[in-house]
């Protein structure tokens, strides 16, 4: 599974699989599945056909009572179900929605210019640290959300209406410690809410700190302060446990680093990197026990070491599970988990046998009831459909393995994930259109680990009020299966193949649900071929195996790519820049012009080109589109030195870049104008830019951006290649007035093709082939139509990477052509 968004991680096989298989009880999956396409339907309706909605759920429920008057067959009680249910549905989601458009507060966010005004509202999540989108130069700036619920407007007009409160970078801090349940008086200005915040009425920017009318609660106070231990107790760890273990535990992720988080993402291990239903079902299991001994009088667990009776331990386990959703935040994954947890804990405390699949439908039913928007949460459609796939297709496909001489763990942590896998995988092609070729390999590998990393978390949130030494102790404890999962993601999405692209949109999700049903079909078992399943099986395996490794010379024979004979490589990174020179000899070894914003994206290019020694990386200028990148060149190559511009800014990718090259023992060395340096006789290259000290004329970090003429192949046919990075006109025009500029046959559009282009610099480099890199549906509006059609009206062949994927260019000044990875 892959989320952008929250997503939610399956429960452990060997706590929630039942053993033996039984025929599931499906008569609530029906009514479930119907209340939740009611509701996300009627929340994409307006408030006009809110009489309209209140009509139908009338007629509905006149419906179902008529059929059961007249009707007394199960399928008729079963179909006035669902009818009562989509009722009820259509009602609660109406009347919820209803709060989006009442009161002053969606009025104004709907007027051409909305006020400032000042709000009393109650803090009901978390703030949560984000970074908003760049504009033009200027970089993201950190920022905060949280939920909120406005009580009054102004000094007298009560209220009640969801909005999301955005916080600015200067704010940040009086805003940063706020707990839920706190009351606050605050100014704003009240914002529209666009398709990010289509939960809540407006979106409120505040304007300076808050003032606390109200403290928060005793229990929200105790939760903060777990928290906060938590994350004290950790403090000491190294990068990846301290980031991974607090959001493992209790959710947060603010510390999570972006590369392991991409890495996690990568390798459908996302749901590691957040709580969700698979730790509480860790934790109700240290109590309970296996759920197959759970109900009996042999039960395993603590409940069963003390000799607890059924209610009791009932009791128990209800309490844990209301402190554990307080702790962790009602995350929807965590809710599902919850409520199906109380389902099935009121089942043990009246002595009914527990029937999961029952318990999960009727937990999804009352979650939608109380909370129609969780029908359009993928974190909470992630989890009931791995869930679902745990309950229904983990248990046959774990038998299966089983009767096939698997060992039985194994058989039934294969089997488990898979099949959560199975049933996730085509909802996450909606978030992201891929497909990862090591997300069931890596979930194995992390199985192990997750428990004891949980368990101990818990441990060290637990401990550490007592004693924060002990805590710590817990922590480094902790820090061996933590690190092991971060291992795991991070050499997983490090494989050449780990991922592979895919169809978008409700089509390809579609698609791949019946490849899906295709491949599970296939591997049922024919008489016929029975001799032949140890080879077929062997032959799939290998070609998986050869997929995910895609050793260079094999993924050159198959895709032609790279081309033989290449001079240049502008990388597919989305928006973003990376360049490849080649030396020439050995063949492995290039020179590498800025990392783009991913360092899986940067890995993956180098990979497929076969670079394994780069001599040196040039970092065109410090911005994030630029640089982000680098950690991908530097792992698992022999790298030389980084070369970076003057200018010192912004500090915080510099500080950056600093410590990934320190981490790596790479020098780092500053760019100097009218440097030259070659390799050899088949590269070489000129720094015309920027100017020592900075011309003033042309200030900010584009502006001093490391331009440079690459020469590539033997005089007299070489090829000449401008880079420009980022340099805007003032710049582009300082440049242009050097002395005997030479003519060149590639150029490198500046800054992803913007319109902010010094034409005449352009004229004067008299390109034939210019490359833009960008990415496709970038916000930004890059590359510019005016820029591309300057271009052209010269008679520039132009190419970028949005429509072509990577570009390479072959041949010499006299024979110049170039060869596309993709095609798009």
């Not at 909605?53 to 009707?71: D, F, P, S």
Request: charged fraction near 15%.
């Amino acid at each position: 599974m892959t989320a952008h968004s929250p997503t939610a991680r399956p429960p452990t096989p060997h706590l929630t699989t039942p053993h033996p298989v039984e025929p599931a009880d499906l008569r609530l999956l029906v009514p479930t599945v119907v209340v939740w396409a009611v509701t996300a339907t009627v929340l994409g309706l307006g408030e006009q056909h809110r009489p309209l909605l209140l009509g139908v759920a009338g007629l509905l429920v006149v419906t179902a009572l008529v059929l059961l008057l007249y009707r007394s067959r199960p399928a008729g009680a079963l179909l006035a179900a669902t009818l009562l249910a989509a009722a009820a549905a259509t009602a609660g989601t109406t009347l919820h929605a209803a709060d989006l458009h009442r009161g002053p507060i969606p009025a104004l966010a709907r007027s051409e210019a909305p006020p400032a005004l000042t709000v009393e509202l109650t803090v009901t999540g978390d703030p949560k640290p984000r970074t908003s989108q760049a504009r033009g130069t200027a970089p993201g700036q950190s920022m905060l959300t949280l939920a909120a619920t406005v009580d009054r407007v102004g000094r007298d007009m009560d209220t009640t209406t969801p909005v999301t409160v955005v916080v600015r970078a200067q704010d940040v801090a009086a805003w940063r410690e706020v707990i839920p349940s706190t009351r606050l008086r605050a100014d704003v200005r009240v914002l529209p809410a666009t398709e990010e915040y289509r939960s809540t009425a407006a979106a409120l920017l505040a304007q300076g700190p808050p003032q606390q009318l109200e403290a928060p609660g005793h229990t929200q106070q105790l939760a903060a302060r777990l928290r906060s231990g938590l994350r004290a107790a950790t403090d000491h760890l190294a990068t990846d446990p301290r980031g991974l273990l607090p959001g493992l535990v209790v959710g947060d992720t603010t510390r999570l680093p972006a590369d392991l988080d991409q890495a996690f993402r990568a390798t459908d291990l996302g749901h590691l990197t957040a709580v969700s239903g698979a730790n509480l079902a860790i934790v109700l299991a240290v109590l309970l026990g296996t759920p197959t001994r759970a109900g009996g009088q042999a039960r395993g667990g603590l409940a069963g070491l003390l000799g607890l009776p059924l209610r009791t331990t009932a009791l128990v386990g209800a309490v844990l599970t209301v402190a554990f959703v307080t702790v962790c935040r009602p995350e929807p994954s965590v809710l599902r988990a919850a409520a199906t947890g109380l389902v099935g804990l009121l089942a043990l405390a009246t002595g009914r046998p527990r029937q999961a699949l029952p318990a999960l439908c009727s937990a999804v039913l009352l979650l939608l009831l109380f909370d129609p928007y969780l029908a359009r949460s993928f974190g909470f459609l992630f989890s009931v459909l791995a869930t679902t796939g745990l309950l229904t297709l983990g248990p046959r496909w774990s038998a299966a393995l089983r009767a096939r001489g698997w060992p039985g763990y194994l058989a039934a942590a294969a089997g488990a994930t898979a099949a959560a896998q199975a049933l996730c995988a085509p909802a996450t092609i909606l978030l992201a259109p891929r497909i990862s070729l090591v997300a069931i390999p890596c979930n194995l590998l992390a199985e192990a680990a997750v428990a004891p990393a949980t368990l101990l978390g818990f441990a060290t949130l637990a401990v550490d009020p007592l004693s924060r030494p002990a805590a710590r102790l817990l922590a480094d404890l902790a820090a061996v299966p933590t690190g092991w999962l971060a291992a795991v993601a991070r050499h997983g999405a490090a494989l050449p193949g780990a991922q592979l692209n895919w169809p978008g949109g409700l089509f390809g999700a579609a698609l791949l649900a019946l490849a899906t049903l295709a491949l599970a079909w296939s591997t049922r078992p024919f008489r016929a071929a029975s001799r032949l399943r140890p080879v077929l099986a062997a032959v799939l395996a290998l070609t998986l195996l050869l997929a995910v490794l895609r050793p260079a010379p094999l993924a050159r024979l198959a895709t032609g790519w790279p081309p033989p004979g290449w001079r240049f490589v502008m990388c597919d990174v989305d928006q973003g820049d990376m360049s490849v020179l080649p030396i020439g000899s050995p063949s492995d070894s290039a020179i590498v012009v800025d990392t783009g914003p991913d360092p899986l994206a940067a890995d993956r290019c180098l990979r497929e080109l076969g670079i394994t020694i780069v001599p040196l990386i040039i970092l065109s200028h410090y911005h994030a589109d630029h640089v982000e990148g680098l950690p991908g060149v530097l792992r698992g190559r022999t790298v030389g030195a980084v070369q970076v511009t003057t200018l010192d800014s912004p500090p915080g990718e510099r500080a950056r870049v600093l410590a990934w090259a320190a981490a790596s023992g790479v020098p780092v060395l500053p760019a100097r104008q009218d440097e030259r340096r070659s390799t050899g006789p088949e590269l070489s290259w000129h720094l015309l830019w920027p100017t020592d000290p900075l011309n003033p004329a042309a200030p900010g970090a584009n502006n001093a951006s490391i331009a440079l003429i690459a020469t590539v192949g033997r005089p007299p046919d070489a090829l000449r290649i401008a880079l420009l990075g980022d340099l805007e006109p003032p710049a582009q025009a300082a440049l242009r007035a050097r002395p005997a500029l030479p003519r060149v046959d590639v150029l490198k559009v500046a800054h992803h093709g913007s319109a902010h282009q010094d034409q005449e610099l352009t004229r004067t480099l008299d390109p034939r082939l210019a490359l833009i890199s960008c990415g496709l549906g970038n916000p930004y509006g890059h590359p510019s139509p005016a820029t591309i059609d300057r271009l052209r009206s010269m008679g520039v062949t132009v190419l970028r990477t949005d429509h072509s994927g990577a570009i390479a260019v072959l041949g010499t000044s006299t024979s110049l052509h170039a060869v596309t990875q993709g095609s798009r």
